[in-house]
């Protein structure tokens, strides 16, 4: 699946591993007010106006649990393996970015 091509896309990166928190899943995972984090994030970016899809970046191994996290949330979502390192999600996301979106955010 591809994001949808329009005025914006969301990326959400959600690949870290959030080693200094000491948990035993990824620090998307973990929930904030009885939601995963993932979840939250990928909302609020749904829910403006001018993004059209969001792509959100998951750890290796994770991608299943985070297409479950972002369901439901209005838009297209589109789960891509993030990177070893921040750069290297951000690249995995843009890779997926239809060529005529205006605005990546």
């Known amino acids: 699946m591809q ?3 329009g005025a914006a896309v ?3 990166l959600a690949a870290g ?4 928190l000491g ?5 998307a995972f973990l929930l904030i007010g009885g939601r995963p984090i993932l979840a939250v994030a990928t909302g609020a970016a749904a829910a403006s106006p001018a993004v059209s899809s969001v792509v959100v970046t998951a750890p290796a191994g994770w991608e299943d ?12 979502v589109v789960v891509v393996t993030g990177g ?3 750069l290297a999600s951000v690249l995995a996301a843009l890779e997926v970015v239809p060529p005529e979106t205006q605005v990546v955010a």
């Open 17 to 20: 591993a959030g080693r200094r």
């Open 84 to 86: 070893s390192t921040r």
């Open 23 to 27: 948990a035993e899943e990824p620090k």
């Open 65 to 76: 649990r985070a297409r479950e996290c972002v369901e439901g949330c209005g838009l297209p």
């Open 3 to 5: 994001p949808h091509p």
């Open 10 to 12: 969301a990326i959400v």
